[in-house]
């Protein structure tokens, strides 16, 4: 079974606006992260936001924040106010055991966002 | 620059030669990983290190497969007898124990067997 799911394979915005990004996750392990990247068509992966399974705030990172609904084990990125350059691929990743546990990041298969002018 | 390095960024081999890749991570990093990224899809999980012990290894590391971190310092990932199912981008990344939860990873090389 997937441990991380990604729905949308494609999403379009008007630069400015503000856009979701969807993922949802499969643990049953109670102590987990959550992680959201960036990956530009240089092929570098950069790490935008964090959000730990025992964290009682929904993860903000200047213009991203994180969905973070654990009934529904679903963490959504919102990035705001987008940007020409947030056009990207972005990745959803779990790691499981965060405390102590296996240090493997296990990665959906992303989202490509495009913000248009 | 005080990131993740990787040489080389592209690789062109035929089938059947071996390959191997060098990844620097962040000079205070003592945790460093290795995934592979196949077109469209997400990056997966090969191993990863803390020092120089290898703590974790994925069922994708085959036997063709062997990566080293033999001072705790740098590593290396080297592909024998290549395949065309090989082809794929491999990115190294480094954290260390203690520090935030994100890995750093670095620019990758992409590997092409003809």
């Known amino acids: 079974a997937q441990k991380i799911t990604q729905t949308q394979p494609g999403m379009f915005v008007q630069e400015k606006e503000a856009v979701t990004l969807d993922c949802t996750y499969d643990?049953?392990?109670?102590?987990?992260?959550l992680f959201w990247y960036k990956q530009p068509s240089s092929g570098e992966m950069i790490f935008l936001i964090y959000?730990?399974?025992?964290?009682?705030q929904n993860a903000t990172e200047g213009r991203y924040s994180l969905n973070f609904q654990k009934a529904r084990k679903s963490a959504n990125l919102v990035i705001s106010a987008s940007q020409l350059g947030d056009s990207a691929m972005y990745f959803c990743?779990?790691?499981?055991?965060?405390?102590?546990?296996?240090?493997?990041?296990?990665f959906g298969k992303g989202t490509k966002l495009t913000v248009n002018p | 620059d005080t990131g993740v390095s990787q040489d080389p960024r592209h690789k062109i081999t035929k089938r059947g030669q071996n390959v191997t890749f060098r990844c620097d991570p962040i000079?205070?990093?003592?945790?460093l990983y290795w995934y592979r990224q196949t077109l469209g899809q997400g990056p997966e999980f090969l191993t990863y290190?803390?020092?120089?012990?290898?703590?974790?290894k994925s069922r994708l590391l085959s036997d063709r497969f062997s990566a080293e971190r033999p001072k705790g310092s740098f590593s290396t990932l080297e592909i024998q007898r290549t395949e065309q199912g090989d082809s794929a981008m491999y990115l190294c990344?480094?954290?260390?124990?203690?520090?935030?939860?994100?890995?750093?990873f670095g620019p990758g090389t992409r590997l092409t067997v003809l």
């Open positions: 990344a480094s954290s260390f124990v203690g520090g935030p939860n994100e890995q750093f």
């Open positions: 643990t049953s392990d109670p102590s987990y992260g």
């Open positions: 959000q730990g399974s025992y964290d009682q």
């Open positions: 990743a779990m790691r499981e055991g965060i405390q102590g546990g296996s240090e493997k990041l296990v």
């Open positions: 000079s205070e990093h003592n945790r």
């Open positions: 290190f803390q020092n120089e012990a290898q703590l974790e």
